[in-house]
Nanobody, 115 residues
Framework: QVQLVESGGGLVQAGGSLRLSCAASGIIFSMTNMGWYRQAPRKERELVAVITTSATTNYADSVKVRFTISRDNAKNTVYLQMNSLKPEDTAVYYC?????????WGQGTQVTVSS
């Protein structure tokens, strides 16, 4: 059974930092492209950052420079380091893994940035 479990969300003031983690099980993590997505109230879910199996990364324009995605294949975990947070970063953040042409999602973790 594939499981993706996010952690690290919370409440932070504008300008602060958080690091999200997503621990995966039930898949060969090193063969899985991973990504972070977010969904704000009354908005569609959007891509934040992705990292491929070869550690190539890509970011939404709104988070470039401020956010960093990374992975640790030994720990089956993907991270999202978020710096210089803004109130508009407030959302539920979801981890997604694409393994053997199937997408798997975590349950999400809330990030709230106060002004």
């Amino acid at each position: 059974q594939v499981q993706l479990v996010e952690s690290g969300g919370g409440l932070v003031q504008a300008g602060g930092s958080l690091r999200l983690s997503c621990a995966a099980s039930g898949i060969i993590f090193s063969m899985t492209n991973m990504g972070w997505y977010r969904q704000a109230p009354r908005k569609e879910r959007e891509l934040v950052a992705v990292i491929t199996t070869s550690a190539t990364t890509n970011y939404a324009d709104s988070v470039k420079v401020r956010f960093t995605i990374s992975r640790d294949n030994a720990k089956n975990t993907v991270y999202l380091q978020m710096n210089s947070l803004k109130p508009e970063d407030t959302a539920v953040y979801y981890c997604k893994g694409r393994y053997i042409a199937r997408d798997y999602w975590g349950q999400g973790t809330q990030v709230t940035v106060s002004s």
